[in-house]
């Protein structure tokens, strides 16, 4: 059975008064659905959704008017998508990802934009990545492994991902921490999100971006000599770990090599392994 919860209940999980949540019931509809006169007002989960959703526009000054009508303009326009359009199976990640998720289906810039400033704006990447954008990312590359389609929305959504985390100021001072990606390896989101999140925590960073050949990689190294050096890969076919071997034999090397992303395969034990952008960042701040 679908948990519904008390009025109560529901303004307690939005951090909402009550008061308020009768206030947009009464004037903008946007009570539970399925309620019948004379019993208890319950929301489910699609009705917990439309009011996290009417709770950010209204945070982020939108009125709420507005911001209700466009709540429930957004449900109709899923509704109407249903059986032709494109649904993507969130599963159990927050409704924050889920209007994220909308948005780049409908091919929304302008509110990808504005829902992935406010999000970086108000809690930093460090948290904004792990918990909205990879989700959002890893959600849409499953749904176009599925369909074979979707490439427009991933282009969108990567550009709209890589604008806002190129706004995050870079701290001054001479980098010690080199990024690049693999030889090939066009994914480089990963890496834009944790240079910024470096940004943040006022480290000083060096980004080589897409594409980088081994021996352009040691040449940059050579010239720059890093502490640390992260190589992402992405996918298996940039992912051999033994052409990392140049970067620990050259003399001096790097104090810390590091292989991240999941393509990587066949990689040298002295190279470290984080799992996580956090992990990443520990590493790369100690
Ligand atoms: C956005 C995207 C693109 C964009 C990239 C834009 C850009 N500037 O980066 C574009 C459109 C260019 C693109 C191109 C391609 N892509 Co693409 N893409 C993606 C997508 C949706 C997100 C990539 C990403 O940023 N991943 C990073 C995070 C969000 O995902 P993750 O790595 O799975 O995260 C895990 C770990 O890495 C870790 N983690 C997450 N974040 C971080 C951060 C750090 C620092 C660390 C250490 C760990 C970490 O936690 C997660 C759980 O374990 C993925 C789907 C996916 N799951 O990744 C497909 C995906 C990677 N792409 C895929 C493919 C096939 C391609 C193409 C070959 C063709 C195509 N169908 O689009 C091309 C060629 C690219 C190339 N040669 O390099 C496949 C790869 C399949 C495979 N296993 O080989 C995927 C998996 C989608 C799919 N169809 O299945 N892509």
């Not at 990587?264 to 996580?276: D, F, G, I, K, L």
Request: proline share 7%.
């Amino acid at each position: 059975m679908t948990e519904t919860v008390s009025a109560g209940e529901a303004a307690h999980r939005l951090g909402i008064a009550v008061t308020t949540l009768r206030t947009w019931d009464r004037r903008y509809g946007l009570g539970p659905t399925g309620h019948e006169p004379g019993r208890h007002r319950r929301y489910g989960p699609t009705d917990l959704d439309r009011l996290a959703e009417m709770n950010r526009l209204t945070g982020q000054g939108v009125p709420a008017a507005q911001a209700a009508a466009w709540v429930l303009g957004q449900d109709r326009r899923a509704a109407s998508r249903a059986g032709g359009g494109h649904a993507v199976a969130v599963g159990a990640d927050g409704p924050a990802v889920r209007g994220l998720t909308r948005a780049a289906l409908r091919l929304d810039a302008a509110e990808l934009q504005a829902v992935i400033s406010a999000a970086v704006a108000a809690r930093g990447v460090a948290a904004v990545w792990p918990a909205l954008l990879a989700p959002v990312l890893i959600h849409i590359g499953r749904k176009q492994a599925e369909t074979g389609r979707l490439i427009e929305v991933e282009h969108l959504l990567s550009g709209e991902i890589s604008a806002v985390l190129r706004t995050v100021g870079r701290p001054a001072g001479p980098p010690r921490i080199l990024l690049a990606c693999a030889d090939e390896e066009q994914h480089t989101l990963a890496f834009e999100a944790l240079a910024a999140a470096l940004g943040e925590a006022g480290v000083p960073v060096r980004v080589l971006g897409a594409r980088v050949p081994a021996s352009a990689l040691l040449d940059a190294v050579r010239r720059t000599g890093p502490d640390a050096v992260a190589v992402w890969s992405q996918t298996s076919s940039t992912g051999d770990g033994s052409r990392l071997r140049g970067l620990l034999d050259r003399r001096p090397a790097p104090k810390l090599v590091l292989a991240a992303g999941p393509g990587w395969h066949t990689v040298p034990p002295e190279v470290a392994r984080p799992q996580s952008l956090a992990e990443a960042l520990t590493l790369l701040t100690r």
